[in-house]
Structures are given as C-alpha cells and as structure tokens.
C-alpha cells in the first residue's frame, strides 16, 4: 500500500462514522466539499453480494467486513497519491476493531509521509435512527438492519454519569457528535470537533447550511 506524497503538510483522512440513519454520509459530503478533500462513500465499496444480504436483512458478518474495510483503506491511499491533501470517508466503522482496520493506513505508511487521521462518529438515539432510515426511498438498508446495528455497535466514546470515557487508543484520534440535531447544528459541531482536535481555527458553517431540517433523501 504505497502512498506518497512530497509536500511537509500531513495529508489529512476523516472518517465519518456511525450506524444507518445517522447522516454520514449527507456530512462527508458537504465536508468534503468544503475542504476541497476527495469524498469516498463506504457504501459503494460492498460487493453486490454484501448489498444482497443487507437487502434482505441479513447483517454482515466480520469476514464480509475485513474484505470491505482493506478495500476502503485502499482506496484512500490511493486517493491521497493521486489527487491531493486529504480525505473524508464516510464508513459505519461500528466497532473498534473495524476501526483498527482503518488506522492501519497511518502506520503503515512510508517514513516520508505523515497522515493525520481522525474519527467522526455520529451519535443519534435509536429512534430517530428508525424514522431517519423509514422515511428513505430506494436503499437497501431497512430497518431491521439498523436495530441490528444498534444492538451490535461499539460507540468510541461511552458516556458514564457526566464523563466521558474513549476506549484507551481512541482518545487520541475520535470525537463522538451527537448528530441529533437539524443539519447546520451537526455539520458545524463536526468542524468545530475536527479543527479543536488538529489545534486549528473552527471554520464557519457555509450559507448553504443555514438550520434547516435533514434532507428527506438523506444519505446514510
């Protein structure tokens, strides 16, 4: 997996992460864009298989995962060789250990390059997750499959009487945004968690994200 790049300036990779209905997808896409970084969606990296099993409610299992998840870390390093400074990918990267999959591209990389990886996972409560993915035309994901995902999801950070406690090798690289809000408020509390974590300026939420309510065709 080799990736170069010349310039001193890490290439930047945000994953944005977190079960179906939580919006991933819809804010990679407006981060990418306004970061001027390469958007990969996880979803168009499952074989027809995989989409099949989900289709009729069959979860994945961890072996249809690790096939996935390289594929996607892959793809990324491919993506920083070829075309620029950064990367947002939006993954569902449920548990830590698909995670980990993940976090191989930055230490497996050459000594000449530095890749600042970061984890956005996107908390909404379980029922909103269901109306978010029941209120979607034409996708795969039903939702059956989001309870499953709900019941088999390993949050980054879990919250304990006011506290937050990261699973020990997640503090440094993963916030966790509580997505529940309308569009303009979860977009500008992931910038706002990106940039506090790289130490630079929290940029303004762009116009074109004023509060409004998530789209109805939303992405995952």
Known sequence: MAVTQHSATPARVIVICGPAGSGKSTVAKHLAADLSFVYLEGDDFHTPEAVDKMRNNVPLTDTDRWDWLIRLREAVARAL?????????????????YRDVLRVLAVSRPASLHIHLQ??????????????????????????????????????????????????????????????????????????????????????????????????????
């Open 119 to 220: 984890f956005v996972y996107l908390h909404v409560p379980a029922a909103l997750l269901l109306a978010r993915v029941q209120a979607r035309a034409n996708h795969y994901m039903k939702a059956s499959m989001v309870q499953s995902q709900v019941a088999s999801e390993e949050p980054p950070v879990a919250r304990k009487e006011g506290e937050a406690i990261g699973w020990e090798n997640e503090r440094q690289d993963t916030v966790v945004v509580e997505a529940d809000g309308d569009l303009a408020t979860v977009y500008g509390s992931v910038r706002t968690a990106i940039e506090t974590q790289t130490s630079g300026p929290s940029a303004a939420v762009p116009a074109a994200l004023e509060p409004k309510p998530w789209p109805t065709q939303m992405s995952s």
């Open 81 to 97: 060789q070829q075309k620029g400074p950064g990367v947002v990918l939006s993954c569902s990267a449920l548990k830590k250990k």
